[in-house]
């Protein structure tokens, strides 16, 4: 049950940074002050949260009320995760990361009952997805946007992106790089169809349908700004822990 819980909750947080990144103005970073809610997984409490993301061509960073920060450097392909409340820390590479959800399915694939049970629960992933261009959105933070809608079964996305605030197709194609190759979690479409969004998402909103139920994220930047990307450790004391 808690790994089922952590795929979802990564892919929650996933498919917020791929809509909401990579915005590039010379060298500086944007900062977006964003507001999370997801609605809680297999029993679990859902979640409330505000964070503030930073973005430059080559890293995103995000320090959020839950007492987490998470550093991508898409040039190293390195992820850094730190926890302020347990006073740890990880480190690992996209291809670390590929190993161990690749591991996580061969486990699950020796334990027929939890593989009945994922499958029931998941559904067949698409391998297709399917975007829809709405028309003109909401307006939020200050910038005009327009609504797209995301369909790739079991999931639905809807995003509002603000065609002012651009982002190039190499930030997609270095996440696709370091997507699992697991088929529960082949995601290469849903990444080609974000590129064919026109400026980054202001807000997006993830349906995730299983067992009749639904389950639900909304990400939304509240307010955007221009600063300096921070200097990013792990403060003295804290201990490195495995991230699988």
């Known amino acids: 049950m808690k790994r089922i819980s952590f795929r979802l909750s990564a892919l929650f947080l996933l498919i917020a940074v791929i809509s ?5 103005i010379a060298e500086e970073a944007t900062i977006l002050h964003k507001q999370q809610k997801t609605d809680g997984v297999m029993g679990q409490k859902g979640e409330e949260t505000t964070s503030v993301t930073y973005l430059s061509p080559s890293a995103v960073y995000e320090k959020s009320s839950s007492g987490t920060d998470f550093l991508i450097r898409f040039e190293e392909g390195s992820v850094l995760t ?18 161990a959800l690749a591991q996580m399915g061969s486990e699950s694939e ?3 009952q939890a593989q009945a049970m994922m499958k029931k629960m998941m559904g067949n992933m698409a391998k297709e997805a399917k975007l829809e261009k709405l028309g003109p959105g909401e307006e939020i933070a200050g910038y005009a946007t327009e609504k797209y809608q995301l369909t790739m079964s079991p999931m639905m996305i809807t995003v509002w992106a603000a065609p002012d605030l651009p982002m190039p197709d190499a930030y997609f ?7 699992p190759q697991n088929p529960m979690f082949d995601l290469g479409a849903m990444f080609e169809s974000f590129k064919k969004i026109e400026g980054i998402g202001m807000k997006t909103e993830t349906v995730f349908s299983m067992m009749g139920m639904e389950v639900k994220s909304l990400d939304q930047v509240t307010r955007v700004e221009q600063g300096s990307f921070p200097e990013v450790s792990v ?6 822990v495995s991230a699988f």
Request: glycine letters at 2%.
């Open 20 to 24: 909401m990144s990579a915005v590039v």
């Open 82 to 99: 730190i926890d302020h409340e347990e006073k740890q820390y990880a480190e690992y590479t996209f291809e670390e990361l590929n190993q």
């Open 110 to 112: 020796e334990n027929e």
């Open 173 to 179: 194609d270095t996440m696709r790089l370091s997507t």
């Open 235 to 240: 403060p003295a004391g804290y201990k490195q």
